[in-house]
């Protein structure tokens, strides 16, 4: 990565807090937001006072490397966001529904986009769990009993583990399909 790439995505809390070694974090951040109101686009902000009218309704990833706003150049007021992890949109998923019918319907944004990203956790995860139905499932096929992964270990019990792997299903579902195509 070339130096004005490096800088390009660099936050703006790495030169605000330069030197510095332990910083709470939540701190940080309200010690740049302080500042960043001091300095702001008076007009932007007078603008922004009055309401929204973003172009873009943006569908990406939870993930923190990968803030649209620092990536894109995009003021505040630009673009209406909705994150979730591996930047899925479930037509059950209410939230994701509303912000989509607010942007279109009140809003009026213009372009839909769905935004991935290379190192996405959520999708390694879902891939790493086809991976291992689709071995535990010849496995289980060889020796007639079911499939290991069928039975939920111990470690994916708990209800957080849970909801990743439900939020992730329609994501493993695809990859299982593209293992069964590649396998036959
Ligand atoms: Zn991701």
């Not at 006072?49 to 630009?78: F, N």
């Not at 986009?113 to 390694?124: E, L, M």
Request: one cysteine or more; aromatic letters at 6%.
């Amino acid at each position: 990565m070339n130096g004005s790439v490096k800088d390009a995505i660099k936050s703006p809390l790495a030169d605000y807090h330069a030197g510095e070694k332990e910083i709470n974090p939540l701190n940080k951040m309200l010690d740049y937001n302080s500042s960043w109101a001091d300095r702001a686009d008076a007009k932007l902000l007078a603008q922004n006072a009055k309401g929204q009218s973003p172009k873009v309704l943006w569908l990406g990833c939870a993930d923190s490397r990968i803030p649209e706003s620092l990536l894109c150049g995009t003021a505040p007021g630009e673009v209406f966001v909705h994150r979730n992890i591996a930047n899925c949109f479930h037509p059950g998923d209410p939230s994701a529904t509303a912000v989509l019918a607010y942007a279109i319907e009140h809003l009026g944004v213009e372009h839909v986009v769905v935004v991935g990203h290379y190192g996405c956790g959520g999708i390694k995860a879902a891939m790493s769990m086809a991976k291992e139905r689709t071995a535990a499932k010849s496995s289980s096929s060889a020796s007639n009993s079911p499939p290991a992964s069928y039975i939920s270990p111990p470690d994916r019990d708990d209800q957080g583990t849970s909801s990743i792997t439900h939020w992730l299903a329609p994501i493993r579902s695809l990859a299982l399909a593209q293992l069964k195509t590649a396998s036959n």
